[in-house]
């Protein structure tokens, strides 16, 4: 199946087994996609959001600091995904919103023949 998946079919499957708990193949599934142009518009989107928070935190830091760090997400929804009482809970859930828009209106972008740049 990894043969027949392009680089946005990866992107949307490293989501869904992130969603599943199935953390380490999602980090597969992002290193297949680590080129994909959503990636690059993460960084600066999901920094904005998450600006002050990143600040204080390291883990969140590390995945908005230069270039989008999908596994960085990872690992931070695995260590908050049971814990909504965590401080990083909501950051984490704002990452996930802000990747999936991305991700989204590329698609949508790209099925209208335009560069979603």
Known sequence: MQDLIGPTGAFWHAIMHRLEGDFSNAKYWYARCATHRAMRLLGAVASD????????????????????????????????????????????????QIEWQTLFRHCVYEAVGQRGE
């Open 49 to 96: 959001v998450v600006g002050k928070q990143a600040a204080k935190d390291a883990a969140i830091q590390h995945i908005v600091s230069g270039e989008w760090n999908p596994s960085a997400l990872v690992d931070l929804v695995s260590a908050v995904h049971s814990q909504p009482n965590d401080p990083r809970f909501d950051a984490a859930v704002r990452l996930q």
